[in-house]
């Protein structure tokens, strides 16, 4: 058998033995939510007691990391040099989670204990993002029993507070460019767009959200004594969102309309299957004239999180003082991330809502990151997905939500791709939470195949 053909029979013997389950089932039953203070402490077990060793044990040589933002989380780096002359791949993921949202899942779960039922294996981070990096580890360790060596460098870095939007990531990748220093990012978060076939996405929208406030008076006035003598701050609120969007949601403000839904991005977006997101899409939402791809992966989207005025859980009789909405821009490359605001600042007071205000708190945005989808590391990547799986993956320019990969594709200037081995179905960030055994399976294996042939072939000049 050839290196690659050895490393997938590892990979596979691995998996059917057990061990992937096993080993899954401790990092989920670690607590480590980052949105809430009492996973702090797991945050920093996670990374001494579980990802460390296991790394160790790898060859790679760990190191624990203070994040440079004060009461951020840490963040561990491992690497293994094997010759300075190879070329060298990082890889990411988070062991951090969201709020485990107890006594929400169905009967028979529970969020931090591993439950197989079928194809499913149910647990918070199971999906998101505790197998994602299992999977990329085992792949290198298949490599290296297959062959006693990967055949190029590694370092891999673990954050612990993805969830609560990476803080301190950035500043710590720019704080240690030669520590990370890399050919390539392979890095795995996300979904697949069909469970039985791998994706490949290069970026990731960006993602901004913000407060919009009309604060008029202290306290709220009786609406009898009061309706129509004094304005009222919940409809003035309505009015300036529904001026943002049409009454299907098409943006209407001219600088929030990106400028890189290019033919060759439409045609990219083109060749993918139907969107399966497990949910009937409305046909005539967002913006007229475009595919749920482009939609989703080449266009912006607003979205009102949430909004109160009052109080909804007892409404009195009462005209309130202030309202609020909790909004968000997704937004893709060839949006001016600069300028998302005061461009809604402009848009507002030009429609007469001088009365709104535009809160934003601090570090509370990714960036749009897009690597050319005819990158020849993408079409490395292809051809080394297809080989293994024996179907080609789907290619998407970005992916629909947001990640960190600014801190790689801007900061450190790395061509990025991303390979996720989760699926739209899994209940990420919410009860329930699922990754299925049949495509972890199938990662594990894709995922040792792009690496084995990474060491037997080198990367692509341009990627270097």
Known sequence: MTPRD???AKAASYYDSGAFQTELAALVARPTESQDPRGAPHLLAYLTEAMAPLLTGLGFTTQLHANPLAGGPPILTAIRIEDPALPTVL?????????????????????????????R?????????????????RALAALIAAQGRLGFNARILIEMGEEAGSPGLKAFCAQNADLLQADVLIASDG??????????????????????????????????????????????????LASITDAKGKILIPEWRPTSLTPRIREVLAALPPHETGLALDPDWGEPGLTPAERVFGWN??????????????????????????CQLRFVVGTDADDILP???RHLDAHGFGQVQIISPEGNDFPATRLDPDHPMVRFAVDSLTKTVGRAPDVLPNLGGSLPNDCFAEVLALPTIWVPH??????QHAPNEHVLKSLSRQALLAT?????????????????
Not at 121 to 136: E, F, P
Not at 207 to 215: A, I, K, P, T, W
Not at 302 to 316: K, N, T, Y
């Open 121 to 137: 294996l149910y647990g918070r981070g199971s999906a998101d993002n505790k197998v994602q990096h299992l999977i990329n580890i």
């Open 191 to 240: 979904p697949r767009l069909r469970p039985d076939t791998p994706t490949i996405f290069t970026g990731s929208r960006g993602g901004l959200s913000f407060d919009l406030q009309v604060n008029l008076r202290e306290g709220a006035n009786h609406s009898g004594n009061f309706g129509g003598l004094l304005a009222d701050p919940a409809m003035i609120l309505a009015q300036a």
């Open 448 to 464: 040792t195949g792009l690496f084995a042939d990474i060491a037997a072939n080198g990367l692509p000049k341009a990627s270097a």
């Open 91 to 119: 890889s990411y993921g988070h062991g951090d989670v969201v709020r485990a949202q107890e006594g929400q899942w169905r009967a028979g779960l529970s969020p931090f204990t591993l439950i197989e039922e079928g194809d």
């Open 343 to 345: 461009a809604l600042r």
């Open 6 to 8: 050895t490393a997938l």
């Open 301 to 326: 989207s607003f979205a009102i999180l949430a909004m109160v005025a009052g109080q909804p859980e007892a409404p009195l009789n009462a005209i309130a003082g202030n309202a609020r909405a909790t």
């Open 422 to 427: 989760s699926y739209a179905g899994c209940s």
